[in-house]
């Protein structure tokens, strides 16, 4: 998994639409119509695999 990245404008309206809480997560990937963000209390979790959710960019 690589390093996620802070959200931007754009990406907290997405998440927000979606009822998450953009503080709390980071963006792994950016597709055009998909936007792929992990926990930030996941990360901190040791010895497991954070999981990831995928976020529809249209609504």
Do not use: C, F, Y
């Not at 998440?15 to 055009?32: D, F, Q, T, Y």
């Not at 119509?33 to 497991?48: H, P």
């Amino acid at each position: 998994m690589k390093n996620g990245k802070a959200p931007t404008r754009e990406q907290k309206k997405i998440m927000r639409a979606h009822g998450l809480v953009p503080e709390n997560w980071l963006v792994v990937k950016n597709l055009p119509d998909t936007l792929e963000v992990v926990s930030r209390t996941a990360l901190k979790k040791i010895g497991r695999k954070p999981r990831t959710k995928t976020i529809s960019k249209s609504l």
